[in-house]
């Protein structure tokens, strides 16, 4: 499987995936439209390791609702990544069973060579 979870609304985002290679074979899913279900941020969490790991600190949300004052467990994460969009760490790119997390050049990279 070749996919990108991303925001449409996201220039980063656009920027990252115009800079892949071959992005034409990649199937797109666009979060906002097309929420993220269980399965998929259950397989997403095998292949990161975690649901921190998919985990946006950087979101508004984050500390709007005072989440940086609390202890989040591996529950609170998926919770909150099944509940609203702005919490999935953008973009993520998966080939077959490797997983690309964020927008750095290093993940550019990384992306990039694996195809």
């Not at 909150?80 to 998966?94: A, D």
């Amino acid at each position: 499987m070749k996919k990108i979870f991303y925001l449409k609304a996201c220039n980063t985002c656009t920027r990252f995936i115009d800079a892949i290679k071959t992005v034409d074979k990649f199937d797109f899913q666009e979060i906002k439209s097309r929420p993220i279900t269980v399965a998929q941020i259950e397989q997403l969490c095998k292949l990161a390791g975690s649901y921190e790991a998919l985990f946006s600190r950087r979101a508004k949300l984050y500390t709007e609702m005072g989440l940086n004052r609390q202890p989040l467990t591996e529950a609170d994460f998926k919770h909150y990544l099944l509940h609203h969009y702005t919490f999935l760490k953008r973009p993520v790119v998966v080939l077959e069973d490797k997983i690309f997390i964020g927008s750095s050049k290093r993940t550019l990279e990384a992306i990039n060579q694996s195809l």
